[in-house]
């Protein structure tokens, strides 16, 4: 009898730290169980193990080799915290994802060497739906709404009134073949998605690979980003609505290659009082023969304004936005006159300086989405260079070095 009740609690431990699948709780909410494993301060996975279901406890994942099976939501009041070197697999049998909730926190610390990567067990695009952050930070939606529905089917809102709130840390992490379509398939889920995400938050050295949506996706919020890098998503490269306004972000690289529409979309839901965010050293490479999702489309310009969308950039290098299977490739374009009129005239809308190649069509003049009575031009700044990181392994996927187009 003895040794039954110790194979018992044996394996009870391993289920504790295999699976996490409690209910998460708002402050007004009974909890549930469900029949799952709640999780206890102090709870680790050490090397090996699924990671699923709800946690509203810290937990700690040592480096190593993990499953990642179904939506994993984190709760309010709890941080995950990942070491360097953990690899975690989502299975594409189920809707798979990590959603940091309002009030909880993400610790993922890799470092160049032992990034902490996110991959799929199909290695295929949009096999799963990639790390979504959610903040406490102000937005501005449609209508100037100061929250809003998220749109990654999650039923979150999201907006707060905290810029400096703190989501954790993320540096040194890469999410492999994330995005999703959703539902009826009008919403998708992106590589990695902040919503309304705070300064506080630190967020560096990230890599969204070969995403079917765009690769970062701001809906509002303050948080700014370093060395970013955007390779072979589908859709965009960098995304952004509901006003965000991070303003100390640096060293943004973009290589489109395949399927790939807008380097940059940028919008402010049409709210024209928006706080520009600001992003020193950008650089955009479209590769011959890629192509936009939608065959002739007009999604094949570098950077895109619309919807009052605002932006000051300096150290933009352009290569390679032609008309490849689209029309009306442009290096900056903005797409309505309301965004010409009260963003672009009144300085919240900068690109400068900048250095597009011979390689764009419609060289060294801005395109627009309707007749603008005083279109503009720009001359190449000579003094621009591609941006430049540091490699190793956090940039390289399947022996390829992602850092090779800056060469």
Same mark, same amino acid.
């Given at each position: 009898?003895?040794?039954?009740?110790?194979?018992?609690?044996?394996?009870?431990?391993?289920? /504790?730290?295999? =699976?996490?699948?409690?209910?998460?709780?708002? !402050?007004?909410?009974?909890?549930?169980? @469900?029949?799952? @494993?709640q999780?206890?301060?102090?709870n680790?996975? %050490?090397?090996?193990?699924?990671?699923? #279901?709800?946690?509203?406890?810290?937990?700690?994942?040592?480096?190593?080799?993990?499953?990642?099976?179904?939506?994993?939501?984190?709760?309010?009041? &709890?941080?995950?915290?990942? *070491?360097?070197?953990?690899?975690?697999?989502?299975?594409?049998?189920?809707v /798979?994802?990590?959603?940091?909730?309002?009030?909880?926190?993400i610790?993922?610390?890799?470092?160049? !060497?032992?990034?902490?990567?996110?991959?799929?067990?199909?290695?295929?695009?949009?096999?799963w739906?990639?790390?979504?952050?959610?903040?406490?930070a102000?937005?501005?939606?449609l209508n100037?709404a100061?929250?809003?529905l998220?749109e990654?089917?999650?039923?979150?809102y999201?907006?707060?009134?905290?810029a400096?709130?703190n =989501?954790?840390t993320?540096?040194?992490?890469?999410?492999?073949?994330?995005?999703?379509k959703?539902?009826?398939?009008t919403?998708?889920?992106? =590589?990695?998605?902040?919503?309304a995400?705070?300064?506080?938050?630190?967020?560096?050295?990230l890599?969204?690979?070969?995403?079917t949506? %765009?690769?970062?996706?701001?809906?509002?919020g303050?948080?700014?980003?370093?060395?970013?890098?955007?390779?072979?998503?589908?859709d965009?490269?960098?995304?952004?609505?509901?006003?965000?306004?991070?303003?100390?972000?640096? $060293?943004w690289f973009?290589?489109?290659?395949?399927i790939?529409?807008?380097?940059? *979309?940028?919008?402010?839901s049409?709210?024209?009082? $928006?706080?520009?965010?600001?992003?020193?050293?950008?650089?955009?490479?479209? &590769?011959a023969g890629?192509?936009? *999702? &939608? /065959?002739?489309?007009?999604e094949?310009s570098?950077?895109?304004?619309?919807?009052?969308?605002?932006?000051?950039?300096?150290?933009?290098?352009?290569?390679?936005?032609?008309?490849?299977?689209g029309? $009306?490739?442009?290096?900056?374009?903005?797409?309505?006159?309301?965004?010409e009129?009260?963003?672009?005239?009144t300085?919240?809308?900068?690109?400068e300086?900048i250095?597009?190649?011979?390689? $764009? %069509?419609?060289?060294l003049?801005?395109?627009?989405g309707?007749? /603008?009575?005083?279109?503009?031009?720009?001359?190449?700044?000579?003094?621009?260079?591609?941006?430049s990181?540091? #490699?190793?392994?956090?940039?390289?996927?399947?022996?390829?070095?992602?850092?090779?187009p800056?060469?």
């Open positions: 009898m003895k040794k039954n009740i110790l194979t018992l609690v044996a394996l009870a431990l391993v289920l /504790s730290v295999t =699976s996490c699948t409690v209910d998460i709780r708002e !402050d007004n909410d009974t909890p549930t169980n @469900n029949g799952g @494993n999780q206890t301060p102090g680790v996975m %050490d090397g090996s193990g699924t990671l699923t #279901g709800e946690i509203f406890k810290d937990l700690l994942i040592k480096k190593g080799n993990y499953t990642l099976k179904g939506i994993v939501k984190v709760g309010s009041g &709890a941080t995950i915290t990942i *070491e360097p070197g953990a690899i975690f697999t989502a299975t594409t049998s189920d /798979s994802g990590l959603v940091i909730l309002k009030g909880a926190k610790n993922a610390v890799g470092t160049g !060497d032992l990034p902490i990567i996110f991959t799929s067990d199909n290695k295929t695009p949009g096999d739906g990639g790390i979504t952050l959610y903040g406490d102000p937005i501005k939606a100037g100061t929250t809003a998220s990654d089917g999650n039923n979150q999201y907006g707060g009134a905290d400096n709130s =989501s954790g993320m540096k040194f992490v890469r999410v492999e073949y994330g995005g999703r959703i539902g009826d398939g919403s998708e889920t992106n =590589s990695m998605t902040f919503y995400v705070g300064a506080g938050t630190t967020l560096e050295n890599v969204a690979y070969k995403g949506d %765009d690769g970062f996706e701001f809906f509002g303050t948080v700014s980003t370093k060395n970013l890098v955007s390779y072979g998503n589908y965009d490269a960098f995304d952004w609505q509901d006003a965000w306004s991070g303003q100390n972000n640096s $060293n973009a290589y489109q290659t395949g790939g529409n807008f380097g940059m *979309e940028i919008e402010a049409s709210n024209a009082d $928006n706080i520009a965010p600001k992003v020193s050293n950008i650089t955009l490479i479209r &590769a890629t192509l936009p *999702e &939608a /065959s002739g489309s007009a094949v570098a950077i895109q304004f619309k919807k009052q969308g605002t932006g000051i950039f300096s150290n933009v290098y352009i290569d390679g936005y032609k008309n490849t299977g029309k $009306n490739a442009y290096s900056v374009l903005i797409q309505d006159l309301a965004t009129t009260s963003q672009l005239k300085g919240k809308i900068k690109v300086p250095y597009a190649t011979v390689n $764009n %069509d419609n060289q003049k801005f395109g627009y309707f007749t /603008s009575t005083n279109p503009l031009t720009y001359t190449n700044a000579a003094t621009v260079t591609k941006v990181m540091v #490699g190793g392994a956090w940039v390289t996927v399947n022996g390829v070095n992602l850092l090779s800056l060469k």
